[in-house]
């Protein structure tokens, strides 16, 4: 994500033209989530079968079709970046009570447009917002690199999302050193002054060397050391690999490549470079914890037609030869647990058309098992021409719909999300966002769901029950009228997740409750009447 222009450049490297400027700004093929729809909905159907035959089964099951408007899983988050003080703090030096109170206001913006994840930066260049060993405090909480805040953020930073449902993400740099050039600016304990050799100057700032397994090493240590110690529920790396092209000459990585290039191209060995990075990134994470998410927004194009007819038909950048970033083998690996494209441009955009990104994507994930996100460009809204439309946005979740590849999307950024550009995201909430929604299954990540929920009972319109163990939040739908029961179905009857074992229902009828564990494997309802 764009952390450094920031995921302003994902947003920036959006090339306006064939040869010029980038916009900055990050078996089978059957998805778990989509096997549990069709098993709970095929044992609703038995039910209803057993209860009632001919025209009537045939009323129920026609009732409970899916209804597109209302998906029962679906990821929806926003990406909240430190650096440079883009999101969150405002600014550096504010005191712990400011800051907490900025953060509180982020996730309460997120909870009112229904969104159910949060991506937050923990580490904009080899500094950290949490208390480490391995690197030094970030400037952006103090002023000053290295300086102790007084708190720990991170644990704060945690709860609250998880208080309200959200699921918490720790986004990290990968290789980028300093925004300094000089080593002798950094605190003392910095790795980039402690091992000057692992550093490339480029761009005025300092890059890890990613042909240096010791590198390789350190960034594998930093991220373990975070899921080893924090609830954090996923690791996100953003599109930030080797530097950008065009920041300043040449990477001199030539030492590294003659030591451990053995015969590769350039090109070869530093895409083996990353594709190292994230297979034992991948490795650690799970092997630390297994239910912990592991998944990369790599810039929007990965290759064009006109270099591989296995691209996409643009005429951008192409991640694969520009920044070595090779998604695709990443997918194939299965090296990620899912993959969020920064597609940053809107539809008609002649050299990265929306309309035909989103579709190449969704075939490269396709029977992969690896989930799609779409980073969406919020903060472009409004921001030029090609984005003066309001109804952009919700466009793409349009089209978003006619491919079941695609499980969600995540705006950039928070502050975006508050200043809601041309009223944007209230077009999306309307039509798209109009019930919460679960996050998609995966099925490599384990979980289970928990049991059902003991001793529902209501006291007029309070709803309580027995908090059920190992469950992270409940699931309450409210049965319509009809007496159609569809919640394993999508989310048309779903009216909160909540994380407390109680609800206050708004009108009297006929509620089900579900309890979910931190992956969001849901248990049967148990269900109650109100009046």
């Keep these: ?59 129920a099951a026609a009732a409970c079709k899916p209804d597109a408007r209302y998906p029962k899983r679906q990821l929806r988050g926003v990406w909240i970046a ?74 704060f930073l945690i709860g609250e999302a998880h208080k309200r449902g959200l699921e ?50 350190h960034v594998v240590k930093v991220v373990d050391d975070v899921v080893s110690r924090y609830d954090v529920d996923g690791v996100h790396f953003d599109d930030y690999f080797y530097p950008y092209p065009g920041e300043g000459g040449q990477f001199n990585d030539k030492a590294a490549f003659a030591k451990y290039g053995k015969g590769q191209s350039l090109a070869e060995w530093r895409r083996g470079n990353v594709n190292k990075l994230v297979a034992e990134v991948d490795k650690s994470v799970h092997a630390r914890k297994s239910y912990v998410k592991f998944g990369i ?68 994930v396709k029977g992969t098992g690896v989930h799609l996100y779409i980073g969406q460009a919020l903060y472009r809204v409004g921001a030029d021409q090609s984005w003066s439309k309001a109804g952009e946005l919700a466009g793409h979740l349009s089209l978003n719909r006619k491919y079941p590849e695609v499980k969600g999307d995540v705006y950039f950024s928070a502050k975006n999300l508050l200043a809601n550009p041309l009223g944007a995201m209230d077009r999306v909430v309307k039509e798209f966002y109009s019930r919460p929604a679960l996050l998609p299954l995966m099925k490599d990540r384990g979980g289970q769901a928990p049991a059902k929920p003991a001793g529902v009972r209501a006291n007029g319109r309070t709803l309580s029950w027995t908090a059920a163990q190992g469950a992270r939040a409940y699931a309450v739908y409210q049965v319509p009228q009809s007496g159609d029961d569809c919640h394993a179905t999508d989310a048309r009857s779903l009216v909160a997740v909540v994380t407390s074992p109680s609800y206050q229902a708004k009108a009297a009828g006929t509620y089900l409750v579900t309890s979910l564990d931190r992956l969001t494997h849901e248990s049967k309802p148990a269900r109650v009447k109100v009046s």
């Design 82 to 155: 430190t650096t440079t003080n883009l999101d969150w703090p405002a600014k550096p030096g504010l005191s712990q009570a400011q800051q907490q109170a900025q953060y509180v206001k982020i996730l309460d913006a997120a909870v009112k447009r229904r969104l159910n994840a949060v991506f937050v930066q923990v580490r904009p260049a080899s500094d950290a917002i949490y208390k480490s060993s391995l690197e030094p405090w970030s400037k952006f909480l103090t002023g000053t690199a290295g300086k102790d805040p007084g708190w720990d953020p991170l644990p």
């Design 168 to 217: 918490f993400h720790a986004w990290f740099n990968p290789y980028r050193a300093a925004y300094e050039s000089d080593v002798s600016q950094l605190p003392a304990g910095h790795p980039a002054r402690q091992h000057p050799g692992w550093v490339v100057k480029y761009g005025g700032r300092l890059y890890y060397n990613p042909g240096l397994p010791q590198v390789r090493e």
């Design 297 to 364: 927004s790599p810039f929007g194009i990965w290759r064009n037609k006109a270099q591989d007819p296995a691209g996409s038909d643009t005429s951008g950048m192409s991640a694969y030869d520009s920044i070595y970033a090779d998604a695709r083998a990443w997918i194939k690996a299965g090296t990620v647990d899912y993959i969020m494209p920064q597609l940053y441009w809107p539809r008609g955009f002649a050299a990265a058309d929306y309309r035909e990104l989103m579709p190449w994507w969704a075939g490269a």
């Design 1 to 59: 994500m764009r952390t450094g222009r920031p995921l302003l450049a994902a947003a920036a490297l959006a090339v306006a033209t064939t040869t010029a400027a980038y916009l900055f700004g990050p078996g089978a093929g059957e998805s778990p989530a989509a096997s549990k729809k069709k098993t709970t909905t095929a044992e609703s159907t038995t039910e209803s079968t057993t209860a009632a035959e001919g025209a009537a089964d045939s009323a």
